[in-house]
């Protein structure tokens, strides 16, 4: 069986429901210290602890290391990541599923993989839960999962392992208040991306915009009209069944998937506040425009740290994290925003022999350049996003002292 189309739901009163099942649970089995000694194997590094002793900075003979002074696992990842290990030890034969990777960074999810924890499969943008029985144990990564695949799952007699970040819960709290209030959710976020779907489902009547060129695009409609097939066709695939623009952009709340780089969210918030501040008024302000604060307190950090590294004198810029993280495109961003020669890669093993790197530029695919490290003195700026371990940091570190020491 395949993830069911959306229906109307009271998520509301269904998630009640659920936090109050037996076979639901969203605060581990307090064998935290059972499997502390496994994630500090697989994940822990000396030598990032040493940097962070040294002011960020590691010199080894012509190449200097200057270290995000924020970077790396997020305390709602290193949750996520803990509560799946302990899911594992606490059904120790039981099958065990993740509706999709636990966190966006491929050696954590390989992790997972050797302790013979099973992934729903997605055959043409669509997951197939057709092998998941009653009694398997289920596990809702950090970014959630959408009402729909909560339903199917309790429905199905699933044992349910909810991973989900409080700060994306408290985006759907946010989306819930809009839809109490009949009030549109403009969700800034990217379509497929699997917190944002989760969130619209949480939504009543929504709108997801990708940027501030689309949301620009969403205010002239509400200042002017438009043509509104246009529109349609412009978010067809964005927006909740049914929506009408001329009747669903009268009143609109502002939320976010909590991984976006945070200056322009709040740039969307504040063009929305402008355009029905000037289309009905200070006087109506408040009965067509709602805004909450949920921006995550680690992508900011992340972002805030990468600013002030970009602000120092850089050779080039590596930033590491899953090619699909959105916290680790961002920050990519942010290098290319200033001219920084600039590497997003996934795995140490993007950094190969002979001086090469394997790495994806913005908007683009992978690509492979030649020659990665100058000669000379070289000092290198490093950030990781909030789903990558300090040890593939510093396996990354090390292969670009070996080149330099080659």
Not at 277 to 290: D, I, N, V
Request: charged letters at 25%; proline letters at 4%; one cysteine or more.
């Amino acid at each position: 069986m395949r993830t069911p189309v959306a229906a109307f739901v009271d998520t509301r009163a269904f998630k009640r429901s659920l936090h109050h099942s037996e076979r639901y649970n969203r605060r581990g089995f307090g064998l935290g210290e059972e499997v502390a000694g496994s994630l500090e194997q697989a994940y822990q590094s000396d030598l990032i602890a040493k940097l962070r002793e040294n002011g960020y900075e590691l010199r080894r003979g012509r190449l200097t290391i200057r270290l995000a002074e924020a970077f790396g696992f997020c305390w709602g990842v290193e949750r996520a990541v803990a509560m799946a290990y302990e899911t594992r030890r606490h059904y120790p034969t039981e099958r065990i599923w993740i509706t999709n990777e636990i966190i966006h960074n491929p050696s954590v999810n390989d992790h997972l993989r050797e302790m013979d924890v099973q992934f729903i499969q997605v055959e043409g943008g669509v997951k197939d839960f057709s092998d998941v029985a009653s009694g398997d144990v289920v596990i809702l990564p950090a970014f959630g999962a959408t009402v729909q695949e909560m339903q199917l799952l309790n429905e199905r007699g699933c044992h349910i392992v909810d991973t989900t970040c409080p700060w994306v819960s408290k985006v759907w709290n946010t989306v819930e208040k809009h839809k109490k209030h009949a009030f549109t959710s403009i969700i800034h976020g990217k379509v497929k991306h699997e917190e944002t779907l989760a969130t619209s489902s949480f939504a009543g009547t929504y709108l997801v915009v990708l940027d501030m060129a689309e949301a620009q695009m969403v205010c002239d409609y509400i200042l002017e009209g438009g043509d509104r097939h246009a529109f349609m066709d412009r978010f067809a695939k964005a927006c909740s069944p049914g929506f009408d623009p001329d009747r669903d952009l009268a009143r609109v709340g502002v939320a976010n998937q909590t991984t976006m780089l945070k200056s322009e969210t709040e740039e969307i918030g504040r063009l929305f506040e402008r355009t029905m501040l000037k289309r009905y008024g200070p006087a109506e302000l408040s009965e067509h425009f709602l805004a909450f604060n949920t921006i995550c307190d680690a992508t900011q950090e992340r972002q805030d740290a990468m600013f002030a590294l970009v602000d120092e004198p850089l050779d080039l810029m590596v930033v590491i994290g899953g090619y699909n993280s959105s916290n680790t495109t961002h920050l990519q961003e942010i290098a290319v925003s200033r001219g920084i020669r600039s590497f997003h890669i996934d795995t140490p093993e993007r950094i190969g022999p002979g001086n090469q790197i394997e790495h994806m530029p913005l908007g683009s695919a992978l690509e492979t350049e030649r020659p990665f490290l100058p000669e000379g003195p070289i000092r290198v700026g490093i950030t990781s996003g909030a789903s990558t371990p300090d040890r593939v940091v510093e396996d990354i570190i090390e292969r670009m002292v070996a080149l330099t020491e080659a």
